[in-house]
């Protein structure tokens, strides 16, 4: 399972308060990705990190921000959560040295904005 | 502008049937095709991929076919089964600038 994990699993947070999303990966790998999930939208990349305090923007990252302290954190940070914020978010990374960048997925956090 | 388009979005297929997802992107940049497989309550998990300068890629039952010409790619599966009940979602990498573009998904139910 390529040794992700994310916490927490489920949270329900009401509208405007902070909400951190951590994902924790125990190999040391490079690249990490936030998705989230919604339906009919497939997973839609929030933002991405290729190192330490290296990351960029994807898609849809209006209202979130990342940090990268660690090779093996990656936060992710509602700073006011919307109802539109709602959604399954996947972490993933992807191997060294492949040249492919498939991507291992982690088992989700489900988030609910009241 | 979505960048990698799939279809169908949902798809029943009797046991031991063929099932077809295809797919078709825009972005000439991309140079690797994956498909992720994903249950209910999952992470996706990757399934086949394949790199444009093959046209065919086959293991066990899935086989990608690709068209670099017409820009599109497709998911075949050969003698479904009822295991094989998921969503599927293609992808294009640019591998250069290290992400992924995911098609909207595919819902696979294989009926007994």
């Known amino acids: 399972d390529a040794g992700i994990t994310q916490s927490p699993r489920h949270k329900v947070t009401e509208t405007g308060t902070p909400v951190t999303l951590r994902c924790h990966q125990t190999?040391?790998?490079?690249?990490m990705y936030w998705y989230r999930q919604d339906p009919g939208h497939g997973l839609r990349l929030i933002h991405y990190s290729y190192g330490v305090k290296d990351t960029d923007k994807g898609e849809v990252s209006d209202g979130y921000s990342v940090s990268r302290s660690k090779t093996e954190d990656f936060l992710l940070t509602l700073e006011s959560a919307t109802s539109s914020q709602t959604s399954v978010y996947f972490c993933a990374i992807s191997l060294p040295g492949t040249g492919s960048h498939e991507q291992y997925f982690g088992p989700g956090t489900r988030l609910t904005v009241t | 502008q979505q960048q990698v388009k799939q279809s169908p979005q949902s798809l029943i297929v009797q046991k031991g049937g063929i099932s077809i997802i295809n797919c078709a992107y825009e972005n000439t940049a991309f140079d690797y095709f994956p498909w992720y497989q994903q249950f209910p309550g999952k992470g996706p998990a990757l399934l086949i991929a394949i790199r444009p300068d093959v046209s065919e890629k086959k293991e066990g039952r899935f086989t990608i076919s690709f068209n670099k010409s017409a820009k599109q790619f497709s998911l075949h599966i050969m003698d479904s089964q009822p295991g094989d009940s998921a969503t599927y979602f293609c992808a294009a990498s640019n591998t250069n600038a290290g992400k992924s573009t995911f098609g909207d998904g595919t819902t696979l139910t294989v009926k007994p």
């Open positions: 190999e040391n790998h490079r690249y």
